[in-house]
Nanobody, 115 residues
């Protein structure tokens, strides 16, 4: 079973919206936080948003007011609602899960914002 399964990426025009989801396997225990990173060509992988099990959130400044991270603890699933997308948001988005004894990365999903 794949530890993290991502979905929701795709091609969207500037100003459009996408909703990413990441479902963690039931074999992952004691999840403390979940989040999203992104990596554009030629750049490092950076944190976009994160959320703790208690609902505390953090965002990189460039997406504040446009992106919203949420989670369903019962389903071990984290979401990233992305609105008002810009070409600068184009990247591979990776789900990241922090568990008690191990961290996990998703396979990545491509988000392309272009006219």
């Amino acid at each position: 079973q794949v530890p993290l399964v991502e979905s929701g990426g795709g091609l969207v025009q500037p100003g459009g919206s996408l909703r990413l989801s990441c479902a963690a396997s039931g074999s992952i225990y004691s999840i403390s936080s979940m989040g999203w990173y992104r990596q554009a060509p030629g750049k490092q992988r950076d944190l976009v948003a994160a959320i703790t099990s208690g609902g505390r959130t953090t965002y990189v400044d460039s997406v504040k007011g446009r992106f919203t991270i949420s989670r369903d603890n019962a389903k071990n699933t984290v979401y990233l609602q992305m609105n008002s997308l810009k070409p600068e948001d184009t990247a591979v988005y990776y789900c990241y899960v922090v568990a008690f004894n191990q961290d996990y990365w998703g396979q990545g999903t491509q988000v392309t914002v272009s006219s």
